[in-house]
Protein backbone atom coordinates (compact mmCIF):
# COMPACT_ATOMS: atom_id res chain seq x y z
CA UNK A 1 0.00 0.00 0.00
CA UNK A 2 1.00 3.52 -0.98
CA UNK A 3 1.63 5.55 2.66
CA UNK A 4 1.14 9.27 2.43
CA UNK A 5 2.55 10.77 5.66
CA UNK A 6 1.98 14.53 6.57
CA UNK A 7 4.19 15.28 9.20
CA UNK A 8 1.83 17.12 11.91
CA UNK A 9 -1.64 16.14 12.49
CA UNK A 10 -2.41 19.31 14.53
CA UNK A 11 -0.92 22.85 14.41
CA UNK A 12 -1.27 25.99 15.75
CA UNK A 13 0.36 28.95 14.33
CA UNK A 14 0.30 33.07 14.73
CA UNK A 15 -1.23 35.40 12.05
CA UNK A 16 1.63 36.35 10.05
CA UNK A 17 4.25 33.42 10.95
CA UNK A 18 5.62 31.63 7.92
CA UNK A 19 4.52 28.02 8.15
CA UNK A 20 5.77 25.05 6.35
CA UNK A 21 3.47 21.69 6.18
CA UNK A 22 5.18 18.46 5.04
CA UNK A 23 3.98 15.58 2.87
CA UNK A 24 6.01 12.35 2.49
CA UNK A 25 5.03 9.66 -0.10
CA UNK A 26 7.08 5.89 0.10
CA UNK A 27 5.95 5.37 -3.42
CA UNK A 28 8.06 6.66 -6.58
CA UNK A 29 4.63 9.02 -7.90
CA UNK A 30 5.29 11.72 -10.21
CA UNK A 31 1.75 13.72 -8.89
CA UNK A 32 0.84 14.82 -5.29
CA UNK A 33 -1.05 17.25 -4.35
CA UNK A 34 -2.05 19.25 -1.95
CA UNK A 35 -5.80 20.03 -0.83
CA UNK A 36 -7.96 21.85 1.75
CA UNK A 37 -11.17 21.00 2.92
CA UNK A 38 -13.41 23.61 4.80
CA UNK A 39 -17.14 22.30 6.13
CA UNK A 40 -19.59 23.20 3.17
CA UNK A 41 -16.98 23.69 0.46
CA UNK A 42 -15.44 20.30 -0.06
CA UNK A 43 -11.89 19.37 -1.32
CA UNK A 44 -10.30 22.38 -2.98
CA UNK A 45 -7.61 22.30 -4.87
CA UNK A 46 -4.30 24.70 -4.18
CA UNK A 47 -1.45 23.08 -5.86
CA UNK A 48 -0.04 20.14 -7.41
CA UNK A 49 3.07 18.56 -8.92
CA UNK A 50 3.84 16.89 -11.49
CA UNK A 51 7.76 16.50 -10.81
CA UNK A 52 10.26 17.17 -9.19
CA UNK A 53 10.74 21.27 -9.14
CA UNK A 54 7.79 21.25 -11.23
CA UNK A 55 4.13 23.16 -9.59
CA UNK A 56 1.21 24.30 -10.65
CA UNK A 57 -1.67 26.22 -9.47
CA UNK A 58 -4.54 24.97 -8.39
CA UNK A 59 -8.08 26.53 -7.80
CA UNK A 60 -7.68 28.71 -4.54
CA UNK A 61 -2.94 29.16 -4.44
CA UNK A 62 -3.30 33.18 -3.14
CA UNK A 63 -1.52 33.08 -0.22
CA UNK A 64 0.45 30.12 -0.31
CA UNK A 65 3.45 28.40 -2.35
CA UNK A 66 4.94 25.20 -2.47
CA UNK A 67 8.34 23.19 -2.93
CA UNK A 68 9.35 20.02 -4.51
CA UNK A 69 13.15 19.73 -4.46
CA UNK A 70 12.97 15.56 -4.10
CA UNK A 71 9.97 13.13 -5.85
CA UNK A 72 8.92 11.82 -2.50
CA UNK A 73 8.31 15.29 -0.85
CA UNK A 74 5.71 17.83 -1.22
CA UNK A 75 5.60 21.06 0.89
CA UNK A 76 2.68 23.97 1.04
CA UNK A 77 3.65 27.28 2.50
CA UNK A 78 1.99 29.88 3.98
CA UNK A 79 4.56 32.61 3.51
CA UNK A 80 2.26 34.89 6.16
CA UNK A 81 -0.49 33.22 7.41
CA UNK A 82 -3.47 34.86 7.82
CA UNK A 83 -6.86 33.28 9.84
CA UNK A 84 -8.83 32.80 6.63
CA UNK A 85 -6.30 30.24 5.89
CA UNK A 86 -7.10 27.94 9.50
CA UNK A 87 -8.63 24.74 7.67
CA UNK A 88 -7.82 21.14 7.26
CA UNK A 89 -4.96 20.11 4.58
CA UNK A 90 -4.77 17.34 2.82
CA UNK A 91 -2.28 16.00 0.58
CA UNK A 92 -2.87 13.26 -1.97
CA UNK A 93 -0.59 11.52 -4.55
CA UNK A 94 -1.77 8.89 -7.08
CA UNK A 95 -1.90 5.50 -7.22
CA UNK A 96 -3.00 5.01 -10.92
CA UNK A 97 -4.41 7.27 -13.48
CA UNK A 98 -6.42 9.04 -10.98
CA UNK A 99 -6.66 7.36 -7.50
CA UNK A 100 -5.78 9.21 -4.86
CA UNK A 101 -4.10 8.07 -1.48
CA UNK A 102 -4.64 11.18 0.80
CA UNK A 103 -2.65 11.44 3.69
CA UNK A 104 -4.32 11.61 7.40
CA UNK A 105 -4.55 15.56 7.27
CA UNK A 106 -2.94 18.67 9.05
CA UNK A 107 -5.70 20.76 10.97
CA UNK A 108 -3.98 23.87 10.95
CA UNK A 109 -5.12 26.69 13.45
CA UNK A 110 -4.06 30.28 12.83
CA UNK A 111 -4.51 32.46 16.01
CA UNK B 1 -11.23 23.28 -15.49
CA UNK B 2 -14.53 21.42 -14.58
CA UNK B 3 -17.13 22.06 -12.07
CA UNK B 4 -19.04 19.50 -10.40
CA UNK B 5 -22.15 19.68 -8.29
CA UNK B 6 -23.44 17.48 -5.51
CA UNK B 7 -26.55 16.90 -3.97
CA UNK B 8 -27.88 16.44 -1.31
CA UNK B 9 -25.11 18.05 1.20
CA UNK B 10 -27.15 15.78 3.53
CA UNK B 11 -28.58 12.68 3.70
CA UNK B 12 -30.59 10.65 6.72
CA UNK B 13 -31.70 7.14 5.96
CA UNK B 14 -32.86 4.30 8.18
CA UNK B 15 -30.73 1.16 8.40
CA UNK B 16 -31.38 -0.92 5.72
CA UNK B 17 -32.80 1.53 3.27
CA UNK B 18 -31.19 2.77 0.13
CA UNK B 19 -29.20 5.76 -0.38
CA UNK B 20 -28.25 7.76 -3.73
CA UNK B 21 -26.18 10.52 -4.06
CA UNK B 22 -26.10 12.92 -7.21
CA UNK B 23 -23.64 14.43 -9.07
CA UNK B 24 -23.35 16.65 -12.26
CA UNK B 25 -19.88 17.41 -14.06
CA UNK B 26 -19.64 19.91 -16.67
CA UNK B 27 -16.83 18.87 -19.00
CA UNK B 28 -18.18 16.80 -21.59
CA UNK B 29 -14.47 15.41 -21.91
CA UNK B 30 -14.44 13.82 -18.67
CA UNK B 31 -14.01 10.21 -18.72
CA UNK B 32 -13.02 8.84 -15.17
CA UNK B 33 -15.13 9.16 -12.17
CA UNK B 34 -14.48 8.52 -8.63
CA UNK B 35 -16.31 8.26 -5.02
CA UNK B 36 -13.93 9.05 -1.85
CA UNK B 37 -16.02 8.34 1.62
CA UNK B 38 -14.26 10.10 4.15
CA UNK B 39 -15.25 8.47 7.65
CA UNK B 40 -15.02 11.43 11.13
CA UNK B 41 -11.60 11.95 11.94
CA UNK B 42 -9.92 10.11 8.99
CA UNK B 43 -8.63 10.73 5.30
CA UNK B 44 -10.80 9.94 2.43
CA UNK B 45 -10.38 6.89 0.61
CA UNK B 46 -11.77 5.56 -2.87
CA UNK B 47 -14.87 3.15 -2.66
CA UNK B 48 -15.36 3.08 -6.16
CA UNK B 49 -14.93 4.45 -9.64
CA UNK B 50 -16.21 4.14 -13.20
CA UNK B 51 -14.75 5.25 -16.30
CA UNK B 52 -16.51 6.61 -19.21
CA UNK B 53 -16.53 3.54 -21.91
CA UNK B 54 -19.40 2.05 -19.13
CA UNK B 55 -22.43 2.45 -17.76
CA UNK B 56 -22.57 0.98 -14.62
CA UNK B 57 -20.23 -0.55 -12.19
CA UNK B 58 -20.35 -2.66 -8.88
CA UNK B 59 -19.16 -3.60 -6.13
CA UNK B 60 -21.41 -5.49 -3.27
CA UNK B 61 -23.41 -2.94 -1.57
CA UNK B 62 -22.23 -0.06 -3.46
CA UNK B 63 -22.97 0.89 -7.25
CA UNK B 64 -22.03 3.90 -9.28
CA UNK B 65 -24.06 4.75 -12.47
CA UNK B 66 -22.98 7.16 -15.58
CA UNK B 67 -24.86 9.17 -17.84
CA UNK B 68 -22.55 11.08 -20.14
CA UNK B 69 -25.80 12.46 -22.23
CA UNK B 70 -26.90 13.94 -19.61
CA UNK B 71 -23.18 14.63 -17.51
CA UNK B 72 -23.95 12.96 -14.28
CA UNK B 73 -23.13 9.81 -12.38
CA UNK B 74 -24.80 9.03 -9.11
CA UNK B 75 -23.23 6.63 -5.67
CA UNK B 76 -25.86 4.18 -4.86
CA UNK B 77 -25.92 1.94 -1.53
CA UNK B 78 -28.21 -0.69 -0.85
CA UNK B 79 -29.03 -2.44 2.58
CA UNK B 80 -27.82 0.55 4.35
CA UNK B 81 -25.19 0.06 7.24
CA UNK B 82 -24.59 2.31 10.28
CA UNK B 83 -20.78 1.81 9.08
CA UNK B 84 -21.84 3.73 6.18
CA UNK B 85 -22.23 6.76 8.24
CA UNK B 86 -19.55 9.37 6.60
CA UNK B 87 -19.36 12.25 4.34
CA UNK B 88 -18.99 10.94 0.37
CA UNK B 89 -17.10 12.98 -2.40
CA UNK B 90 -17.48 12.56 -5.93
CA UNK B 91 -14.91 14.01 -8.30
CA UNK B 92 -14.23 14.43 -12.10
CA UNK B 93 -10.69 15.25 -13.50
CA UNK B 94 -9.85 18.25 -14.93
CA UNK B 95 -9.76 18.65 -19.05
CA UNK B 96 -5.62 17.96 -20.11
CA UNK B 97 -3.54 15.52 -20.44
CA UNK B 98 -1.71 13.84 -17.78
CA UNK B 99 -2.26 16.50 -15.18
CA UNK B 100 -4.41 13.79 -13.23
CA UNK B 101 -6.65 16.96 -11.35
CA UNK B 102 -9.57 16.17 -9.84
CA UNK B 103 -12.26 18.53 -9.20
CA UNK B 104 -14.61 17.22 -6.00
CA UNK B 105 -18.01 18.07 -4.80
CA UNK B 106 -18.62 19.62 -1.92
CA UNK B 107 -19.39 16.52 -0.21
CA UNK B 108 -22.95 14.61 1.12
CA UNK B 109 -22.92 14.07 4.64
CA UNK B 110 -24.59 10.35 5.22
CA UNK B 111 -25.99 9.58 8.55
CA UNK B 112 -27.52 5.94 9.06
CA UNK B 113 -29.90 5.79 11.58
CA UNK B 114 -29.99 2.20 13.40
Known amino acids: DVKVTQSSRYLVKRTGEKVFLECVQDMDHENMFWYRQDPGLGLRLIYFSYDVKMKEKGDIPEGYSVSREKKERFSLILESASTNQTSMYLC??????????FGSGTRLTVV | GENVEQHPSTLSVQEGDSAVIKCTYS??????FPWYKQELGKRPQLIID?????GEKKDQRIAVTLNKTAKHFSLHITETQPEDSAVYFCAAPYSGAGSYQLTFGKGTKLSVIP
Open chain 2, 27 to 32: DSASNY
Open chain 2, 50 to 54: IRSNV
Open chain 1, 92 to 101: ATTTGQYGYT
